[in-house]
């Protein structure tokens, strides 16, 4: 027994084995190895050669035909079954939601699928802008492109005067074009101009939208020809007007086809001497469309006049957010410098604002209205720049910091709420220096507004509250973004004025 106890303890004390030679020469064992060296159990090779059992197979994807978009039809209401559109845009109106024509698309639509210009007057909201893409993406598909064509030769071309409205447009077109052969590019101001060139390196482009001026830009470089130019179409045309485009417009019309030899659509919301003049030097034989609203403003929209000192305009503005717990909500200003101090007290205030105006530099504008649109802004402050070719669902309440001094403009703004059948307020802070713009605003809409005082809870005192210091650097570096944007827009400004003094190049024709 004294034996075998001995026996047993020098086991116990054998040394342990010596590492596996890792050298280079040698690789080291794998785990499976080792746990196989210390037992006996023994990992099987996996069977790379058993079956797996078999998926079912996928169902084939039908392919999408007319049959698979039914729409009846119903009395005093045109489809977009009703006129001859091809299949791939077809099945686009029918991603878009679309079913019965709106009365400016069936009225432009009538004329403009046969090869005529036109002329239209419709307010915002009406649809013209399905109107003329539907319009202009059937006469690209139906008609093969030249044989010989360079990059930067757009087969259609939309202006329109903000970058906002460019861009709403832009994605409009790329909606209907989906299923389409088609390119979609976007030419604005504020945005670096290398890489909108690098759009046109790629690929051919079909519809070019943009801004006049960025667009001059191109075509004096020589990166944009306009001499193939096959559909012309002038948006807010006399938006156009008013902010001084027209000579730019010019411009750029010398570079096309001549009319008659282009199809050339222009769509206004008036239909001014001055917008008929232009109209008539531009198309050839158009159909003139208007369409009367019933109503200028949407019978969804309940509209308010608080009658308010201009002292209590930031008291009330600030009460109605907070005490409504409004989380959607536009505020219009007539100029740049008050939609800032606006904004500006609001962060301050410890409500979630940014603004939209032209010293706005282009990325964060796009980048303001992603935020605005997502939820994660609650309040836009903006000057008219906003006020047209901005389609966002869900703001529940617009508010007039200060009455704009063109009655159009009231309804372009009042219409960013109840949209899509949903119910909106639009509340006006009529002050002593605007107070002056309600007759205007009740001739044009055809009833009276109502102006009393704003609730006495509208009035209470704004509390007191000292910023954090993230608020504060946050401030900070919005109030100097803002300055060093309004800088470059003046030198941009005096560039662009010495540079007409001095003569522009022109591009090709």
Known sequence: MLKALKKLISKTEEPAPQAADTSPNQAAPTPAAKQNEGGNRERKPRNRDRKRPAKPPAAPVKPWSISDFQVPPAEGKTRFHDFPLPDSLMRAIQDQGFSYCTPIQAAVLGSTLRGHDAIGRAQTGTG????????????????PPPDERFMGEPRALIIAPTRELVMQIASDAEGLTKHCPLNVMTFVGGMDIDKQLKQLEQRYCDILVATPGRLLDFCNRGEVHLDLLEVLILDEADRMLDMGFIPQVRQIIRQTPRKGDRQTLLFSATFSDDVMNLARQWTHEP????????????????????????????????NLITQLELD?????????????????RLMRDGINAAQLSGDVPQQKRVRTLENFKSGKLKVLVATDVAGRGIHIDGISHVVNYTLPEDPEDYVHRIGRTGRAGAKGTSISLAGEDDAFQVPPIEELLGNKLECIPPEERFLKPVPKREQSTEEKAATDANEAEQAAAAAAARRRSAGSNSRRGGGRPQGRH
């Open 287 to 318: 159909a003139v469309v208007e369409i009367e609203p019933e109503r200028p403003a949407s019978e969804n929209v309940t509209q308010k006049v608080y009658a308010v000192s201009g002292r209590d305009k930031y008291k009330v503005l600030y």
């Open 328 to 344: 959607r909500v536009m505020v219009f200003a007539n100029r740049k410098d008050e939609v800032r101090r606006v904004q500006e």
């Open 128 to 143: 013209k802008t399905a109107a003329f893409l539907v319009s202009t993406i059937t006469q690209l598909l139906e008609t």
